[in-house]
């Protein structure tokens, strides 16, 4: 099935192009009135230099005047073979559709609402069909059946045509299309965007993500790069300014030597409030019955980092290099 791009944004097309995916581009006058754009032919030039095959309108009020039309915007430079001229289907849309696909040009009937359109088009030799199944819907119509029909006529009848599934409002739409098996569809950017989103997957690549860091990022790879340490002669309202300048929860408590000798957390802070009150503020952290902290070599991976946290139920390790304090690993640094 052809994936078509329904659109008039040139630098939306030109970003879609770049993914190799779509078979051509449709646009409307609507599109191009939406956009600004006053120089139609300036636009059609430039988008038949970006996607492989254009689908322009040609319009006219009779079977000459749309002839017409399509041999002077070829007379733009457009390449027939990369070219699909759009017609509205009507006794004389069909008329034009025959001459000029008799004349090796591609035509697109749309604007059909009813089988019978279709049937007239299919006998026109149009290229391709094209039911416009949202606005269908908003009519109250059963647009999938009418679909259903198209396709089952030129396959059945063994017609040329490819029936293009167009007026996309979701990607729902674009799963009746593959269900009915038409030839072709042609979906906006922001549907077709959403092809390929699933939250499922979403959930099964961020764990893929998260597993292949732990194995494989060292411990001094993902730390931040502010060290919040400590002296033991340093107040806890220096400390929380510490905590506070660095965005850390705790500080380490480190020796002459730059070696671990404690650590000092928000949930200390508030264990001393809540048993001296707010003078506890003044007391210097060594004056705190402070544990040596739980540590972590630099050069560990981050998988064992985990399993340090999972064991001991901690948020924070002190990061060590040769016995000397280098940072702090936070248990979100793992992710």
Not at 120 to 138: E, K, S
Not at 159 to 167: C, D, E, P, Q, T
């Amino acid at each position: 099935m052809e994936l078509y791009l329904d659109s008039a944004d040139i630098e939306e097309i030109k970003e879609v192009s770049k993914l190799g995916l779509i078979a051509g581009l449709t646009t409307t006058p609507t599109f191009m009135h939406r956009h600004g754009i006053t120089d139609v032919d300036g636009a059609i030039v430039e988008l038949s230099k970006i996607v492989d095959v254009l689908q322009i309108e040609a319009l006219g009020s009779t079977a000459e005047e749309i002839v017409a039309e399509a041999y002077r915007q070829e007379a733009l430079g457009l390449d027939r073979k990369k070219t699909v001229y759009k017609i509205p289907i009507s006794m004389e849309g069909a008329k034009a559709c025959k001459q000029l696909t008799d004349d090796g040009f591609m035509v697109n009937i749309h604007l059909v609402y009813t089988l019978q359109q279709a049937f007239m088009a299919m006998n026109a030799g149009a290229t391709y069909i094209c039911p416009l199944v949202g606005r269908l819907q908003d009519q109250g119509h059963d647009a999938l059946s009418l679909v259903a029909q198209c396709v089952e006529a030129v396959n059945y009848y063994g017609y040329n045509s490819k029936i293009m599934f167009s007026s996309v409002r979701h990607s729902e739409h674009v799963r009746n299309a593959i269900n009915l098996g038409v030839h072709t569809i042609t979906v906006p950017w922001k549907v077709m965007k959403q092809l390929t989103e699933n939250n499922f997957t979403k959930t099964g690549t961020e764990e893929f993500e998260v597993h292949t860091r732990l194995m494989t990022v060292k411990v001094k790879d993902a730390i931040n790069n502010n060290n919040p340490v400590v002296t033991a002669d340093t107040t806890i309202s220096d400390c929380l300014l510490k905590m506070t300048a660095g965005g850390f929860g705790a500080v380490t408590v480190i020796s002459e030597s730059n070696e671990p000798i404690g650590i000092f957390t928000d949930g200390d802070l508030r264990r001393l409030i809540e048993s001296e009150g707010t003078d506890g503020i003044n007391k210097n952290v060594g004056d705190l019955d402070l544990s040596i902290p739980l540590s972590i070599d630099s050069n560990e991976i981050l998988f064992k980092a985990q399993e340090i946290f999972t064991k001991n139920k901690v948020d924070g390790l002190v990061v060590t290099e040769n016995g000397k304090v280098i940072g702090m690993l936070d248990i979100q640094d793992l992710v």
